[in-house]
């Protein structure tokens, strides 16, 4: 009797769907903590950035399925940060939800016209939060 191996086919092998990317840009520690607690808890691959020069920068280098950012940064606000990746082809379609204390109807709409998808005030609603991910990555 011959022994043969046993090679795996395509077919026979389940691979697990891609992992979805997300950005977080937000220079606060604890907003980042608070985020990736209610993120984890789903299969989403979560990147990193402290202020909006970093978090352009990170965009352009790992194109994220999606852009969390805060308003209030260092080196470069969340609303410069969303228009300037707005001029960017491989960013101009991702969506960007700004997540930030800043209630006010005038930040809320000069988030809207920086180019931004949609807006969440902090404290952050875990719910709300999830509810919009998913919405904007078609889960």
Not at 4 to 9: D, E, F, G, V
Not at 16 to 37: F, G, N, Q, Y
Not at 51 to 80: C, Q
Request: net charge negative.
């Amino acid at each position: 009797m011959i022994a043969t191996a046993y090679a795996p086919t395509a077919a026979s092998r389940t691979e697990a769907p891609p992992r979805r990317k997300i950005l977080l840009i937000d220079d606060s520690a604890t907003t980042h903590m608070w985020i990736k607690m209610i993120l984890n808890k789903s299969a989403f691959e979560m990147v990193s950035a402290k202020d909006g020069v970093e978090g352009v920068e990170k965009a352009l280098a790992e194109n994220p399925d999606l852009i969390l950012m805060d308003v209030v940064m260092p080196r470069m606000d969340g609303f410069s940060a969303c228009r300037h990746l707005r001029t960017h082809d491989s960013t101009r379609g991702t969506p960007i939800i700004m997540v930030t204390t800043r209630a006010e109807a005038r930040n809320v709409e000069e988030g809207f016209q920086s180019g931004c998808s949609d807006y969440i005030t902090k404290p952050i609603d875990g719910l709300e939060l999830m509810s919009k991910v998913r919405n904007f990555l078609g889960e």
